[in-house]
């Protein structure tokens, strides 16, 4: 095709026809950019399509994280319900005045209160994405968005009242000990330690901190279920 090209060229040369030569010149040209202009074309539809698919596994990744989170985050809710209810029935006795009455109504709460679960995601997918730029890729901002914010503000933060949550709950379980009535197997409190105002205050600190784990864990479970129907969204509409 070159060596068509160049025959071309010289024919109009030899024949002095240089208005022609120069208009076939500039055509020339033109097919040239042409051709380049469509190769870059091509290249583009190609790498667009090749980013599409790995937003698209990324986002299925992401999915399959984010359900595991939910189920998880859901059985750690009810667990530290179970143990709220469990903090504030054993101060509510420790409120009372006869020994005897605290000892018939507490042994059923030790265990509840003693299953501290806190929340742990899975962080995968996005920790994969974050570092090769894949966030970025996303074209629905809102999407791009709620994921952001799911992973850097409310798995960060409720990390962090889980963290503190343990903290004072290792200090409650170390006081107890010298309350508990090992004899029982439901590691029950005896009367002595719900009489005891100083240990009653830490219950009442560690029931006041466990509402604000699940006042929190419940605004990050309704993020995790936004998150999941914004992505099942852009999935089907891909």
């Known amino acids: ?15 002095n026809q240089m208005g022609k030569y ?13 051709g380049i202009l469509i190769a870059l074309q091509i290249n583009n539809w190609n790498e667009n399509k ?6 698209n596994t990324f986002l299925s990744s992401l999915e ?30 420790g409120n009372k005045s006869k020994q005897n009455e605290i000892l ?16 742990f995601p899975v962080a995968g997918a996005y920790k994969t994405a974050s570092g090769t730029g894949m966030i970025e890729n996303l074209e629905n901002d809102t999407l791009k968005s709620e994921i952001v914010n799911l992973y850097e503000y409310y798995y960060k933060r409720i990390n962090y ?11 409650l ?12 197997t439901t590691q029950r409190y005896d009367g002595n330690g719900l009489s005891d105002k100083d240990f009653l205050d830490q219950l009442g600190f560690v029931m006041r901190f466990t509402g604000v784990y699940v006042g929190f864990a419940n605004k990050t ?17 891909k």
């Not at 120069?22 to 950019?33: D, P, Q, R, T, W």
């Not at 018939?104 to 929340?119: A, C, L, P, S």
């Not at 379980?173 to 029982?184: C, T, V």
Request: hydrophobic content about 40%; aromatic content about 8%.
């Open 1 to 15: 095709m070159i060596k068509f090209f160049r025959h071309i060229r010289k024919s109009l040369i030899e024949k």
């Open 104 to 119: 018939e109504n507490n042994k059923n709460y030790q265990i509840d209160i003693g299953r501290n679960w806190t929340f």
């Open 173 to 184: 379980e170390w006081e107890s000990r010298k309350y508990i009535d090992n004899m029982i």
């Open 64 to 93: 399959s994280d984010l359900n595991n989170d939910l189920l998880t985050i859901t059985e750690i809710i009810e667990v530290q319900e179970n143990r709220l209810k469990g903090l504030k029935k054993l101060i509510s006795l």
């Open 221 to 237: 479970k309704e993020a995790i279920e936004k998150t999941i129907r914004t992505i099942k969204i852009e999935r089907k509409e």
């Open 161 to 171: 009242v889980g963290q503190i949550n343990d903290q004072r709950s290792e200090l």
């Open 22 to 34: 120069f208009k076939y010149a500039i055509g020339e040209i033109l097919l040239v950019v042409i």
């Open 50 to 55: 090749k980013t599409q698919g790995n937003v």
